[in-house]
Protein backbone atom coordinates (compact mmCIF):
# COMPACT_ATOMS: atom_id res chain seq x y z
CA UNK A 1 0.00 0.00 0.00
CA UNK A 2 2.79 2.32 0.98
CA UNK A 3 4.72 2.03 -2.51
CA UNK A 4 1.86 2.62 -4.68
CA UNK A 5 0.81 5.65 -2.56
CA UNK A 6 4.40 7.11 -3.39
CA UNK A 7 3.80 6.05 -7.11
CA UNK A 8 0.80 7.85 -7.09
CA UNK A 9 2.26 10.75 -5.69
CA UNK A 10 5.95 11.24 -6.26
CA UNK A 11 6.43 8.83 -9.31
CA UNK A 12 8.39 6.69 -6.67
CA UNK A 13 8.36 4.01 -4.43
CA UNK A 14 8.48 4.92 -0.89
CA UNK A 15 10.12 2.68 1.65
CA UNK A 16 9.79 3.24 5.12
CA UNK A 17 13.51 2.03 6.24
CA UNK A 18 15.11 4.42 3.21
CA UNK A 19 12.71 7.11 3.92
CA UNK A 20 12.80 7.36 7.72
CA UNK A 21 15.77 10.65 8.34
CA UNK A 22 15.28 10.68 11.92
CA UNK A 23 13.64 9.27 14.92
CA UNK A 24 12.15 11.99 17.58
CA UNK A 25 9.88 11.40 20.27
CA UNK A 26 8.60 8.24 18.93
CA UNK A 27 7.75 10.22 15.50
CA UNK A 28 9.13 8.13 12.60
CA UNK A 29 9.72 11.62 9.89
CA UNK A 30 9.83 11.02 6.10
CA UNK A 31 12.78 12.47 4.41
CA UNK A 32 12.25 14.39 0.99
CA UNK A 33 8.80 14.76 1.95
CA UNK A 34 7.52 11.30 2.44
CA UNK A 35 4.76 10.19 4.72
CA UNK A 36 4.73 6.96 5.55
CA UNK A 37 1.20 6.16 6.39
CA UNK A 38 1.25 3.21 7.93
CA UNK A 39 4.25 4.26 10.33
CA UNK A 40 2.40 7.47 11.44
CA UNK A 41 -1.13 5.87 12.65
CA UNK A 42 0.93 3.82 14.83
CA UNK A 43 1.47 6.75 16.48
CA UNK A 44 -2.36 7.46 16.97
CA UNK A 45 -3.65 5.02 19.46
CA UNK A 46 -7.72 5.96 18.81
CA UNK A 47 -7.06 4.90 15.35
CA UNK A 48 -6.94 1.15 16.30
CA UNK A 49 -10.44 1.88 17.90
CA UNK A 50 -13.13 -0.50 16.73
CA UNK A 51 -16.49 1.07 16.12
CA UNK A 52 -19.35 -1.55 15.48
CA UNK A 53 -16.78 -4.43 15.06
CA UNK A 54 -14.77 -2.30 12.60
CA UNK A 55 -11.91 -0.59 13.09
CA UNK A 56 -12.69 2.98 12.90
CA UNK A 57 -12.04 5.28 9.77
CA UNK A 58 -12.20 8.60 11.03
CA UNK A 59 -12.89 11.12 8.43
CA UNK A 60 -14.37 13.76 10.96
CA UNK A 61 -11.19 15.93 10.89
CA UNK A 62 -12.73 18.97 10.43
CA UNK A 63 -14.72 18.96 13.56
CA UNK A 64 -11.41 17.74 15.79
CA UNK A 65 -8.37 15.80 14.38
CA UNK A 66 -7.12 12.82 16.90
CA UNK A 67 -3.85 13.01 18.97
CA UNK A 68 -0.75 11.44 18.94
CA UNK A 69 1.34 9.57 21.79
CA UNK A 70 3.78 12.27 21.96
CA UNK A 71 0.74 15.13 22.64
CA UNK A 72 -0.94 12.81 25.25
CA UNK A 73 2.57 11.75 26.75
CA UNK A 74 3.70 15.49 27.43
CA UNK A 75 0.78 16.79 28.93
CA UNK A 76 0.30 13.51 31.66
CA UNK A 77 4.63 14.49 32.13
CA UNK A 78 3.34 18.18 32.52
CA UNK A 79 0.60 17.14 35.63
CA UNK A 80 3.30 14.79 36.86
CA UNK A 81 6.40 16.69 36.58
CA UNK A 82 5.80 20.37 36.18
CA UNK A 83 2.67 21.56 37.44
CA UNK A 84 2.59 24.92 38.47
CA UNK A 85 1.09 28.60 38.10
CA UNK A 86 2.57 30.56 35.83
CA UNK A 87 4.39 33.99 36.05
CA UNK A 88 3.51 34.21 39.86
CA UNK A 89 5.93 32.44 41.93
CA UNK A 90 9.71 31.65 42.47
CA UNK A 91 9.86 28.23 43.55
CA UNK A 92 11.00 25.75 41.33
CA UNK A 93 7.94 24.17 39.50
CA UNK A 94 6.64 27.81 38.92
CA UNK A 95 9.70 28.21 36.79
CA UNK A 96 8.98 24.94 35.02
CA UNK A 97 5.35 25.64 34.11
CA UNK A 98 6.10 29.17 32.99
CA UNK A 99 8.77 27.81 31.14
CA UNK A 100 6.93 24.95 28.96
CA UNK A 101 4.07 27.81 28.52
CA UNK A 102 6.02 30.51 27.38
CA UNK A 103 8.00 27.91 25.28
CA UNK A 104 4.31 26.78 23.35
CA UNK A 105 4.12 30.34 22.94
CA UNK A 106 7.39 30.63 21.16
CA UNK A 107 6.34 27.32 19.32
CA UNK A 108 2.53 29.07 17.96
CA UNK A 109 4.82 31.85 17.00
CA UNK A 110 7.26 29.74 14.78
CA UNK A 111 4.37 27.57 13.15
CA UNK A 112 2.76 30.68 12.01
CA UNK A 113 6.07 32.60 11.41
CA UNK A 114 5.15 35.49 13.74
CA UNK A 115 6.90 36.89 16.88
CA UNK A 116 6.28 35.24 20.48
CA UNK A 117 4.63 38.86 21.74
CA UNK A 118 2.01 38.45 18.91
CA UNK A 119 0.54 35.51 20.43
CA UNK A 120 -2.15 35.28 22.67
CA UNK A 121 -3.71 32.01 24.06
CA UNK A 122 -7.79 31.55 23.91
CA UNK A 123 -9.66 28.41 24.38
CA UNK A 124 -9.99 28.05 20.82
CA UNK A 125 -10.62 29.84 17.41
CA UNK A 126 -14.50 30.79 18.50
CA UNK A 127 -12.85 32.66 21.58
CA UNK A 128 -10.48 34.20 19.55
CA UNK A 129 -12.31 36.29 17.01
CA UNK A 130 -14.72 37.22 20.55
CA UNK A 131 -11.83 38.62 21.22
CA UNK A 132 -10.44 40.73 18.32
CA UNK A 133 -14.67 41.54 18.14
CA UNK A 134 -14.86 43.15 21.36
CA UNK A 135 -11.04 44.40 21.66
CA UNK A 136 -9.66 45.51 18.94
CA UNK A 137 -13.54 46.68 16.70
CA UNK A 138 -16.32 47.30 19.00
CA UNK A 139 -14.39 50.48 20.40
CA UNK A 140 -13.88 51.94 17.54
CA UNK A 141 -17.22 50.93 15.80
CA UNK A 142 -19.89 54.22 15.11
CA UNK A 143 -23.45 53.91 14.35
CA UNK A 144 -23.57 53.38 10.11
CA UNK A 145 -20.14 51.55 10.20
CA UNK A 146 -19.75 48.30 7.97
CA UNK A 147 -18.04 44.84 8.83
CA UNK A 148 -17.60 42.66 5.81
CA UNK A 149 -17.85 39.10 5.91
CA UNK A 150 -17.90 36.14 3.28
CA UNK A 151 -20.78 33.86 3.09
CA UNK A 152 -19.09 31.04 3.96
CA UNK A 153 -18.20 31.90 7.81
CA UNK A 154 -18.77 29.50 10.20
CA UNK A 155 -21.23 30.37 13.15
CA UNK A 156 -18.26 31.75 15.16
CA UNK A 157 -17.54 34.20 12.73
CA UNK A 158 -21.06 35.53 12.34
CA UNK A 159 -22.57 36.10 15.76
CA UNK A 160 -19.65 38.33 17.56
CA UNK A 161 -20.17 40.80 14.95
CA UNK A 162 -23.55 40.73 14.82
CA UNK A 163 -23.44 40.98 18.41
CA UNK A 164 -21.38 44.27 18.07
CA UNK A 165 -23.30 45.45 15.17
CA UNK A 166 -25.85 45.63 16.97
CA UNK A 167 -24.63 47.58 20.13
CA UNK A 168 -22.76 50.21 17.99
CA UNK A 169 -25.50 50.83 15.40
CA UNK A 170 -23.07 48.71 12.76
CA UNK A 171 -24.12 46.66 9.70
CA UNK A 172 -22.57 43.52 8.38
CA UNK A 173 -22.47 43.36 4.58
CA UNK A 174 -21.56 39.81 2.64
CA UNK A 175 -19.36 38.95 0.33
CA UNK A 176 -20.63 36.48 -2.08
CA UNK A 177 -19.36 33.36 -3.79
CA UNK A 178 -19.53 31.68 -6.56
CA UNK A 179 -21.33 28.34 -7.50
CA UNK A 180 -18.19 26.49 -6.78
CA UNK A 181 -17.73 28.16 -3.41
CA UNK A 182 -15.17 30.50 -4.37
CA UNK A 183 -14.59 33.97 -3.08
CA UNK A 184 -15.65 36.99 -5.62
CA UNK A 185 -12.91 39.22 -5.59
CA UNK A 186 -14.39 41.64 -7.84
CA UNK A 187 -17.39 42.19 -5.52
CA UNK A 188 -15.06 41.85 -3.00
CA UNK A 189 -13.35 44.71 -3.93
CA UNK A 190 -16.86 46.47 -5.20
CA UNK A 191 -18.51 46.12 -1.85
CA UNK A 192 -15.76 48.10 0.45
CA UNK A 193 -17.41 51.37 0.97
CA UNK A 194 -15.43 54.52 3.25
CA UNK A 195 -17.32 52.86 5.94
CA UNK A 196 -15.79 49.73 5.67
CA UNK A 197 -13.93 49.37 9.08
CA UNK A 198 -13.23 45.69 9.33
CA UNK A 199 -12.81 42.61 7.49
CA UNK A 200 -13.25 39.05 8.66
CA UNK A 201 -12.90 35.95 6.33
CA UNK A 202 -12.32 32.34 6.78
CA UNK A 203 -9.41 30.74 4.71
CA UNK A 204 -11.34 27.21 4.60
CA UNK A 205 -14.77 26.82 4.13
CA UNK A 206 -15.57 24.55 7.34
CA UNK A 207 -19.00 23.05 5.32
CA UNK A 208 -17.50 22.66 1.43
CA UNK A 209 -13.57 23.07 2.14
CA UNK A 210 -13.15 25.55 -0.16
CA UNK A 211 -10.15 27.88 0.01
CA UNK A 212 -10.46 31.62 -0.19
CA UNK A 213 -7.86 33.73 -1.49
CA UNK A 214 -6.81 35.75 1.81
CA UNK A 215 -3.82 36.91 0.43
CA UNK A 216 -4.81 38.41 -2.28
CA UNK A 217 -8.64 39.42 0.01
CA UNK A 218 -5.89 41.57 2.73
CA UNK A 219 -3.63 43.31 -0.12
CA UNK A 220 -7.31 45.01 -1.41
CA UNK A 221 -8.23 45.75 2.22
CA UNK A 222 -4.68 46.89 2.91
CA UNK A 223 -5.00 49.40 -0.10
CA UNK A 224 -8.26 51.13 1.51
CA UNK A 225 -6.56 51.16 4.89
CA UNK A 226 -8.80 48.66 6.42
CA UNK A 227 -7.97 45.67 8.98
CA UNK A 228 -8.40 42.30 7.99
CA UNK A 229 -8.72 38.81 10.35
CA UNK A 230 -8.51 35.68 9.15
CA UNK A 231 -10.68 32.20 10.50
CA UNK A 232 -7.74 29.55 10.07
CA UNK A 233 -9.57 26.81 12.24
CA UNK A 234 -9.45 24.31 9.06
CA UNK A 235 -6.25 25.83 7.34
CA UNK A 236 -3.59 25.45 10.32
CA UNK A 237 -3.02 21.84 10.35
CA UNK A 238 -3.27 21.20 6.84
CA UNK A 239 -1.45 23.91 5.03
CA UNK A 240 1.69 25.80 5.89
CA UNK A 241 0.68 29.17 7.37
CA UNK A 242 2.46 32.23 7.18
CA UNK A 243 1.11 35.17 8.50
CA UNK A 244 3.51 37.77 7.21
CA UNK A 245 3.42 36.14 3.71
CA UNK A 246 -1.22 36.39 3.88
CA UNK A 247 -0.65 39.87 5.25
CA UNK A 248 -3.73 39.67 8.13
CA UNK A 249 -4.10 41.64 10.71
CA UNK A 250 -5.01 38.40 12.62
CA UNK A 251 -4.96 35.19 12.56
CA UNK A 252 -7.17 32.28 14.54
CA UNK A 253 -6.79 28.80 15.41
CA UNK A 254 -7.91 25.98 17.37
CA UNK A 255 -5.60 23.53 18.98
CA UNK A 256 -8.00 20.64 18.75
CA UNK A 257 -8.36 20.90 15.27
CA UNK A 258 -3.99 20.66 14.73
CA UNK A 259 -3.58 17.30 17.03
CA UNK A 260 -4.03 19.48 19.79
CA UNK A 261 -5.67 19.43 22.97
CA UNK A 262 -9.54 20.88 23.68
CA UNK A 263 -9.84 24.06 25.15
CA UNK A 264 -6.57 26.01 23.59
CA UNK A 265 -6.06 27.93 20.89
CA UNK A 266 -3.81 30.92 19.10
CA UNK A 267 -4.79 34.64 18.22
CA UNK A 268 -2.00 35.91 16.38
CA UNK A 269 -1.86 39.79 16.14
CA UNK A 270 0.23 42.63 14.66
CA UNK A 271 2.42 43.85 17.11
CA UNK A 272 1.22 47.57 16.83
CA UNK A 273 -2.90 46.25 16.49
CA UNK A 274 -1.99 44.42 20.23
CA UNK A 275 -0.93 47.50 21.39
CA UNK A 276 -4.03 49.30 21.40
CA UNK A 277 -6.65 46.73 21.76
CA UNK A 278 -8.66 46.78 25.16
CA UNK A 279 -8.71 44.19 27.81
CA UNK A 280 -11.28 41.60 26.90
CA UNK A 281 -11.49 40.54 30.47
CA UNK A 282 -10.30 41.66 34.11
CA UNK A 283 -8.70 39.64 36.48
CA UNK A 284 -5.22 38.79 37.55
CA UNK A 285 -2.22 37.96 35.52
CA UNK A 286 -3.31 40.56 32.95
CA UNK A 287 -2.57 43.56 35.11
CA UNK A 288 0.40 45.53 36.58
CA UNK A 289 -1.47 47.14 39.62
CA UNK A 290 -4.61 47.65 40.63
CA UNK A 291 -6.00 50.10 43.38
CA UNK A 292 -9.90 50.76 43.84
CA UNK A 293 -9.50 53.87 41.67
CA UNK A 294 -7.57 52.33 38.75
CA UNK A 295 -5.82 49.66 37.21
CA UNK A 296 -2.75 49.53 34.67
CA UNK A 297 -2.66 46.62 32.16
CA UNK A 298 0.19 44.31 31.27
CA UNK A 299 1.47 44.36 27.65
CA UNK A 300 0.70 42.25 24.97
CA UNK A 301 -0.05 39.60 24.77
CA UNK A 302 -0.67 39.23 28.56
CA UNK A 303 -3.41 41.74 28.71
CA UNK A 304 -5.48 39.28 26.66
CA UNK A 305 -4.68 36.51 29.12
CA UNK A 306 -6.43 37.36 32.41
CA UNK A 307 -6.90 34.27 34.87
CA UNK A 308 -4.54 31.15 35.14
CA UNK A 309 -4.68 29.35 31.36
CA UNK A 310 -4.56 26.21 29.99
CA UNK A 311 -1.26 25.38 30.76
CA UNK A 312 -1.49 22.31 29.86
CA UNK A 313 -3.57 22.65 27.14
CA UNK A 314 -0.71 24.71 25.80
CA UNK A 315 2.09 22.52 26.83
CA UNK A 316 -0.15 19.97 24.67
CA UNK A 317 -0.37 22.18 21.52
CA UNK A 318 3.55 22.63 21.25
CA UNK A 319 3.78 19.30 21.19
CA UNK A 320 1.54 18.83 18.43
CA UNK A 321 2.52 21.87 16.28
CA UNK A 322 6.41 20.60 16.75
CA UNK A 323 4.63 17.07 15.49
CA UNK A 324 3.25 18.56 12.75
CA UNK A 325 6.20 20.70 12.09
CA UNK A 326 8.86 17.16 11.81
CA UNK A 327 6.56 15.63 9.46
CA UNK A 328 6.79 18.97 7.11
CA UNK A 329 3.82 20.76 6.43
CA UNK A 330 4.37 20.86 2.68
CA UNK A 331 4.99 17.31 2.87
CA UNK A 332 1.07 16.87 4.69
CA UNK A 333 -0.39 19.56 2.48
CA UNK A 334 0.47 17.29 -0.74
CA UNK A 335 -0.72 14.35 0.55
CA UNK A 336 -4.08 15.54 1.26
CA UNK A 337 -4.35 16.86 -1.60
CA UNK A 338 -3.82 13.86 -3.27
CA UNK A 339 -6.14 12.11 -0.96
CA UNK A 340 -8.85 15.10 -1.27
CA UNK A 341 -8.68 13.88 -5.06
CA UNK A 342 -9.45 10.51 -4.65
CA UNK A 343 -12.60 11.16 -2.26
CA UNK A 344 -13.86 13.76 -4.71
CA UNK A 345 -13.39 10.93 -7.37
CA UNK A 346 -15.28 8.39 -5.63
CA UNK A 347 -18.21 10.72 -4.94
CA UNK A 348 -18.25 11.97 -7.74
CA UNK A 349 -18.94 8.31 -9.39
CA UNK A 350 -21.16 7.19 -6.16
CA UNK A 351 -24.94 6.79 -7.13
CA UNK A 352 -27.44 9.58 -5.72
CA UNK A 353 -24.39 11.78 -4.50
CA UNK A 354 -24.10 15.42 -5.22
CA UNK A 355 -21.24 17.55 -4.11
CA UNK A 356 -22.01 20.30 -2.90
CA UNK A 357 -20.82 23.39 -4.81
CA UNK A 358 -19.18 21.37 -7.75
CA UNK A 359 -16.14 19.38 -8.39
CA UNK A 360 -14.56 22.65 -9.71
CA UNK A 361 -12.82 24.34 -7.08
CA UNK A 362 -9.70 22.96 -4.77
CA UNK A 363 -10.92 21.46 -1.26
CA UNK A 364 -9.02 21.44 1.66
CA UNK A 365 -9.69 19.10 4.36
CA UNK A 366 -13.35 18.42 3.99
CA UNK A 367 -16.31 18.30 0.96
CA UNK A 368 -20.03 18.02 1.66
CA UNK A 369 -22.48 16.03 -0.18
CA UNK A 370 -26.15 14.86 -0.12
CA UNK A 371 -27.73 11.34 -1.31
CA UNK A 372 -30.53 12.15 -3.14
CA UNK A 373 -33.43 10.99 -1.19
CA UNK A 374 -32.05 9.96 1.85
CA UNK A 375 -31.75 12.40 4.72
CA UNK A 376 -28.02 13.94 5.49
CA UNK A 377 -28.56 12.10 9.31
CA UNK A 378 -29.68 8.73 7.74
CA UNK A 379 -26.44 8.58 6.14
CA UNK A 380 -24.31 9.45 8.62
CA UNK A 381 -25.77 6.47 10.26
CA UNK A 382 -25.36 3.99 7.70
CA UNK A 383 -21.90 5.30 7.51
CA UNK A 384 -21.51 4.98 11.33
CA UNK A 385 -22.66 1.19 11.37
CA UNK A 386 -19.63 0.48 9.01
CA UNK A 387 -17.29 1.86 11.72
CA UNK A 388 -16.79 5.60 9.08
CA UNK A 389 -16.83 8.44 11.07
CA UNK A 390 -18.30 11.60 9.15
CA UNK A 391 -20.19 14.82 9.94
CA UNK A 392 -23.92 14.98 9.04
CA UNK A 393 -25.48 18.50 9.60
CA UNK A 394 -25.26 22.20 9.19
CA UNK A 395 -21.80 22.41 10.20
CA UNK A 396 -22.53 25.56 12.22
CA UNK A 397 -22.05 27.20 8.58
CA UNK A 398 -26.17 27.57 8.10
CA UNK A 399 -25.63 30.65 5.82
CA UNK A 400 -23.34 29.00 3.40
CA UNK A 401 -25.27 26.01 3.44
CA UNK A 402 -28.09 27.82 2.48
CA UNK A 403 -26.39 30.10 -0.47
CA UNK A 404 -26.39 26.44 -2.34
CA UNK A 405 -30.49 25.86 -1.46
CA UNK A 406 -29.53 23.09 1.39
CA UNK A 407 -30.47 23.37 4.96
CA UNK A 408 -27.44 20.19 5.70
CA UNK A 409 -24.78 18.14 4.36
CA UNK A 410 -22.82 14.77 5.10
CA UNK A 411 -19.17 16.03 5.53
CA UNK A 412 -16.66 13.68 5.20
CA UNK A 413 -13.02 15.72 6.78
CA UNK A 414 -9.89 14.08 5.81
CA UNK A 415 -6.35 14.31 7.60
CA UNK A 416 -2.99 13.35 6.81
CA UNK A 417 -3.19 10.07 9.09
CA UNK A 418 -5.84 8.84 6.84
CA UNK A 419 -5.63 6.58 3.24
CA UNK A 420 -6.49 5.60 -0.01
CA UNK A 421 -7.61 2.33 1.23
CA UNK A 422 -10.31 4.19 3.88
CA UNK A 423 -11.19 6.61 0.72
CA UNK A 424 -12.16 3.44 -1.31
CA UNK A 425 -14.15 2.16 1.83
CA UNK A 426 -16.40 5.01 2.17
CA UNK A 427 -16.74 4.86 -1.36
CA UNK A 428 -17.95 1.49 -1.27
CA UNK A 429 -19.80 2.08 1.53
CA UNK A 430 -22.30 5.09 0.07
CA UNK A 431 -23.18 1.91 -2.77
CA UNK A 432 -25.04 0.38 -0.27
CA UNK A 433 -26.46 3.23 2.13
Known amino acids: ?14 YVDSLLSHKSDGILIGGVGGIPVETIRADFPILSERVNGRTIIFLDNAATTQRPNCVIERMARYYSREHSNVHRGAHTLAARATDAYEDARREAASFINADQREIVFVRGATEALNLVAHSFVKPYLKPGDEIMLTALEHHANIVPWQLIAKERGARLTVCPVDDSGQLMLGEFERMITPRTRFISMTHVSNALGTVMPVNEAAAIAHRRHIPICVDGAQSAAHMPIDVKAIGCDFYAFSGHKALGPTGIGVLYGKADMLDRGEPYQGGGNMIQDVTFESTRYQAPPQRFEAGTGNIAGAVGLAEALRYLRRLDMNAIERYEDALMSRLIDELRRAPGVSIIGGDEARRVCAVSFNVAGIQDVKVGEALDRAGIAVRAGHHCAQPGLRRFGVESSVRP ?20 V
Open 413 to 432: SISFYNTFDEIDELARALRV
Open 1 to 14: MLESLANEMWGEPL
